[in-house]
């Protein structure tokens, strides 16, 4: 399986498309920019979701959903937004088909068309706050903690599965506050669920913090984001929540009668993560023998593969397997017992390594008679012998070894190649090498696009707790009060 | 709350639609036909999804995702598939938003045209068998069970909050499978999953059957259905399975190397039920004092009231409602104390019979005394006085006997409202005033197309279990070996 399957080394673009497509992740679809999501890797959304789904609602917000098609006018009525995403709009303008004339296929039915075009939705805040200024009366009716699983249509010229694609899946939520305050404390409330799925569930260590002017989402106040760090050096954003102000209360008239009688503009906040974080998983942890997950968000945390000459021996071996099976079952692990005649051990064993399931058992006929299994961990490649008894807590003890394992190593690997540069000169040759800088700025976005016009590099973000210290910008030489962190990024 | 509200008697359709409203499932959005779902009316949307989810997964079906986009040239590939579609599509043409020329806020950029439009997916089968090409060569691929949940778009020109509504949430099943036998059995293990969840979830029976040609699903060979009677008389068609035979394998071109070594089109079923589902779980149960939802569905199973006079007796009260609600949740049932001081019990009581949930305990200061709690149900409207000690046992059966208690009244009230018809007259008689009508039918579309004329009248089904005997078509007085289901549906 593994055969035809690029090296990082060789070509990391390439190593991640192909483990995407040959550990059947996800694929491209007849339709331009659009991906399949195949039952393996929704099955590792799914869980994804599941885990944020819950820290939403122990949170205290509610699921909603809200309509796919957003009238244009809506997007005009805040100018930064509508200025981010008028250019990559998909337009309805027709509802309906007709036969041709000619009597050759199907033709738009230019009767049907729309009196104002829709957009699909590329985000949700025009149509949501143009919902809320009916929900929203008195300071009772806040704060208003809602949350909607959907899909949204970014048109995309340049897609690649999972990280950039036309369609993507993602939870946005967007929420209404009587205070600034509140609302900026739900901003980052909301930054420090993000950051503690990335790193406790992902095992991918993530940076938290604002992101520059530049950087901003179109429409927002303040953009904070989590921040990760690829194994080819560069940089993913791996979620943005927002503090918007006031500025799609105004956009929409949302006003408030407060506790002391007045009628005050709504604050607001929007957040999200997509699909796109299956894009930070697989590149975090996978390795040239294929896909490596958590087994936190492994589909398959555990398979079983029996090694036997004939049927008697297979027989016995699966008694035994199936109850090394159910009682790891009983203990909530999700296990596979693949006692497939089809298939060689040696096939199954890299299949499930290449699939990235996170501990293997064999199971052959002298483990019958020793009392043991093999156990081999997706991570290290380690392998070693167990003794069967109290299998489940040792099973256990091994995955949430490897979680944090996982997460050490990865955050071994962006401690290495995080540099603190002083010198352009410095920072022109590292950001070719890939990495995050952590460089001083002077805090204007012209030297920000100066700098991103001769390397390609960015400012990922301006780390919550940055260490203040004087300092002079790497590009201007204008004094800087702390460093920010500069990479290439997806 | 409950006071501009319409009973049924009074209006039925305006009943349904307050309810909806007023109750906060859901309301009309500014974008034409789509609905916004609300927080407490998502939230039921939820457990039905886990417990259909779990079913699918539980018969060895698996979740992926395929674009929201379907190419226009797809519909074309099934001639009834797109007949059955090509008059409801939302159909997307461009892809960028540019500043008007006059500057008078943002146009559709003419130079973004697409080459080919897209269709927003009404149903998938086109762009999954277009995929399912590449996924299936052997029998060894076979079968192929996959599900999707999804948003999809019917640009309906009447729509009603639930039940018809342009974008609407559903679940679609699209599986493959080497011989037609096994296809139809998926079929049918599909269709008693449906009914077994709208019987033992929603409490609500159905009806098993087949469609006849006239209501089959466009493209499929046989459409089978479960449909529900609702309080005025009306069928409800709940869920649909379609034996789709080889017509999208021959659309598609998707052929598989039997274990005879020969090439063979796959077989195809696919099947859905979408948020349709909340309309019937809305009218079945439900009455003019509000919304009654079956316990199994409910967001909120128990609500528990504080009747006090002073902050005193609200401490001492909530300790113990505090231990009851642990109690409770500790048993897996959700429950909410609601203490608020802003509103009077009585008002309290008459919210929560409104939103329909299934048990109200309320706890004074004489329940204090005699270590009671007075427990109200929903569906009976009665009140007693329970003994606190092993309130959760007593409250979890009360709860189980709510759930059987709503199935058996809808189903007396099936019972009742279903009759044997034999003649015209008595059949247009009885249509006007409601109800499942069993009559003989001369199995052509001729016939049933008449009676749909002169009555709005359609057969919802025939049954799957349906006594064979000797009959006269009640319309055109032709031999019929079975009586079918009549009924004017929504």
Known sequence: MAKDFSTRAENYAQWYNDLVIKADLAENSAVRGCMVIKPYGYAIWEKMQAALDKMFKDTGHSNAYFPLFIPKSFLSK??????????????????????????????????????????????????????????????????????????????????????????????????????????????????????????????????KGLKSANERFAGAVDTYCIEALMQDGKALQAGTSHFL???????????????????????????????????????????????????????????????????????????????IKNSLIAKGISVKYDDRDTQKPGWKFSEYEFKGVPVRLAIGPRDLENGTVEVARRDTLEKEIYQITDIENKVIHLLDQIQVNLYH?????????????????????????GGFILAHWDGTSETELKIKDETKATIRTIPLDNKQEVGFCVYSGRPSKERVVFAKAY
């Open 409 to 433: 190593k990865a955050y071994a690997f962006r401690e290495e190649n995080t540099y603190r540069v002083d010198t352009w000169d410095d920072f022109k040759v590292q950001i070719e090498k």
């Open 245 to 323: 102000g006031q500025n799609f209360a105004k956009a929409f008239d949302v006003k408030f009668l407060s506790k002391d009688n007045q009628l005050e503009y709504v604050w607001a906040t929007s957040w999200g993560v997509s699909t796109r974080l299956m894009g930070a998983l697989i590149m975090a942890h996978s390795d040239d023998n294929g896909l490596v997950l958590p087994p936190k968000l492994a589909p398959i945390q555990v398979v079983i593969v029996p090694i036997y000459k004939n049927y008697g021996q297979l027989n016995e071996i699966s008694i035994k397997a199936n109850e």
């Open 78 to 207: 805040e100018a930064d937004h509508v200025e981010g995403f008028a250019k990559e709009c998909a337009v309805v303008t027709h509802y309906r088909l007709k036969n041709a004339d000619d009597g050759k296929g199907i033709v738009v039915d230019e009767d049907a068309k729309l009196e104002e075009e829709l957009i699909i939705r590329p985000t949700s805040e025009t149509i949501i706050w143009d919902t809320y200024r009916n929900w929203i009366q008195s300071y009772r009716d806040l704060p208003l903690l809602i949350n909607q699983w959907a899909n949204v249509v970014r048109w995309e010229m340049r897609t690649r599965l999972f990280l950039r694609t036309a369609e993507f899946l993602w939870q946005e939520g967007h929420t209404a506050h009587s205070t600034k305050e509140e609302a900026i404390e739900e901003t980052l409330k909301i930054l420090d669920i993000y950051a503690d799925f990335a790193e406790k569930w992902m095992a991918v260590p993530v940076l």
